[in-house]
């Protein structure tokens, strides 16, 4: 079956301009989280959700952050007025129930310039 | 406020040697997890550990979580090009329901 995927794989914007990233988990996956991994980092969590809601959202920097998953399956990420520090790989990643392995997409490389 | 500690930054070393790397905390895990992740691609999990003194192999890697379950080592004998990677470990803390990664291991074998 068909892993998680995310759309775009490359992101370029401008400074100040909004952005929306999407996560497409395995199916019948209830649990998603998303991270952020700066270069030379590891991945730093932002947001994890159990279905339609986000369960924890507090690894999200600011409230220019901010994810939905409306129907328990695909989720976007969305950066308001993105900064040039915002720039990194958004991954995505899914599991079968919380705290149970977890599957990784292979990221958006988000690039504000 | 760094949670895990992962050592060394950078590995480079010829085919056949063997290597440790090591991921240690001053706080207690709930499970430990390594992951290996390739240039443009996610993670991708090798192993769970959730008992201290616990030793998992797979195949050439062996991984040990210490008795504390405040550390954890990842061996790998006679290291392959195909090892080349980002090591990664992952803690689940007591009372938090989500992993904290570390900066990772860059590891890279030279045939």
């Known amino acids: 079956g068909a892993g998680v995927s995310q759309t775009p794989s490359n992101k370029v914007t401008e400074k100040g301009k909004y952005v929306e990233l999407r996560c497409d988990p395995i199916s019948g996956h209830t649990a998603l989280y998303w991270y952020r991994q700066s270069l030379g980092q590891g991945p730093e969590f932002l947001i994890y959700f159990q279905g339609t809601g986000a369960a924890d959202d507090s690894g999200l920097p600011n409230d220019r952050f901010f994810a939905v998953r409306p129907e328990g399956s695909v989720s976007t990420l969305k950066i308001q007025r993105t900064e040039r520090g915002d720039s990194a790989v958004y991954l995505c990643?899914?599991?079968?129930?919380?705290?149970?392995?977890?599957?990784f997409g292979p990221g958006t490389r988000l690039t504000v310039l | 406020t760094q949670l895990l500690e992962q050592s060394p930054q950078f590995l480079s070393i010829q085919e056949g040697e063997n290597l440790t790397v090591y991921c240690n905390s001053s706080?207690?895990?709930?499970?430990l997890q390594w992951y290996r992740q390739e240039p443009g691609e996610g993670p991708v999990l090798l192993v769970t550990v959730v008992t201290g003194g616990e030793v998992k192999k797979l195949k050439r890697l062996t991984f040990q979580f210490g008795d504390a379950r405040k550390d954890s080592s990842l061996h790998i004998t006679a290291a392959q090009p195909g090892d080349t990677g980002l090591y990664l470990c992952?803690?689940?803390?007591?009372?938090?329901?989500?992993?904290?990664f570390g900066s990772g291991t860059k590891l890279n074998v030279k045939p």
């Open positions: 992952a803690a689940k803390f007591p009372d938090f329901n989500k992993f904290y």
């Open positions: 706080s207690v895990f709930s499970s």
């Open positions: 990643a899914s599991s079968l129930i919380s705290a149970d392995t977890q599957y």
